[in-house]
């Protein structure tokens, strides 16, 4: 479970890379009620998404080259030097190497041997998002990966990571957790993309979950604002309801309305 308590490996920030700013901070604003407070021109465009006055997300435009709008996972590091010269020795890819972000800490970004992008925040004067798991907060994390063993390897040896295989209906899935926090530390899962997911055009990526009130509902008022739904709202038992989208620019994401879990 994410909380922001956070530990080295648990997710702690996340932001949106848009084409288009302006137009995808409308849309999320309108999805999610969050607020948008931009940090001005000395920040590049750069800014938060806010609800009841804590920070959910960030968002900006596009920084690198032949990116498409997309939202980054952020997972926090002691030492984002050091998580660099791990991702290279276990066969990642640095592709922002490390360096600070004013006073408010510093990252670095990266992609996985399978191809999913990520990145690291070591935090310093900012710790990292003010409420997870919250409805209209970061709820939970899941890869897509093309191997989810090989993947479950590279990221213990570069976070710490523990990987436990669970039963899913039919699908093969691994929870991942911090380091000795069990599975009351779980933070995210691993799926295996098949071959029906690829012919399916499914890429190896990183997908976040925002926690919601009403999955369907939240759903039908994407299709209004222009997103677009690329899994309809299911259920899973024990889990909850939940749904895969795509923004009016590509970027995607999720959306679960988590089943209380029963003491």
Do not use: C
Not at 123 to 134: F, I, M, S, Y
Not at 149 to 168: I, K, M, N, S
Not at 235 to 252: I, M, N, S
């Amino acid at each position: 479970m994410l909380t922001t308590q956070y530990v080295n490996g648990a997710p702690n920030w996340i932001d949106l890379g848009s084409a288009d700013t302006g137009a995808a901070v409308s849309f999320y604003t309108g999805l999610f009620a969050w607020d948008a407070q931009s940090l001005g021109p000395e920040a590049g465009g750069y800014g938060f998404f806010r609800l009841g006055g804590k920070t959910v997300a960030a968002f900006g435009p596009l920084s690198e080259e032949g990116m498409r709008s997309s939202w980054t996972l952020y997972f926090q590091t002691a030492d984002a030097d050091a998580t660099a010269k791990a991702v290279e020795q276990a066969g990642g890819t640095v592709r922002l190497a490390p360096f600070d972000v004013f006073t408010n800490g510093r990252m670095a970004g990266f992609t996985d041997p399978g191809g999913a992008e990520f990145a690291v925040w070591q935090p310093r004067d900012t710790k990292g998002l003010d409420a997870v798991t919250e409805p209209g907060s970061l709820g939970w994390a899941e890869l897509y990966a093309p191997d989810a063993a090989a993947a479950g390897a590279f990221y213990g040896a570069v976070l710490e990571w523990q990987a436990q295989d669970v039963p899913l209906g039919t699908t093969r899935y691994t929870v991942l957790s911090t380091s000795g926090g069990g599975r009351e530390a779980s933070l995210g899962g691993i799926v295996e993309i098949t071959g029906e997911m690829r012919d399916a055009g499914v890429t190896p990526h990183w997908l976040p979950y925002f926690e919601v009130e009403d999955a369907d509902a939240v759903v039908a008022k994407a299709g209004q604002l222009g997103g677009r739904v690329v899994m309809a709202p299911r259920h899973a038992e024990g889990v909850g309801r939940f749904a895969h989208l795509a923004d009016p620019f590509g970027a995607l994401f999720a959306v679960i309305a988590s089943q209380p879990q029963q003491s």
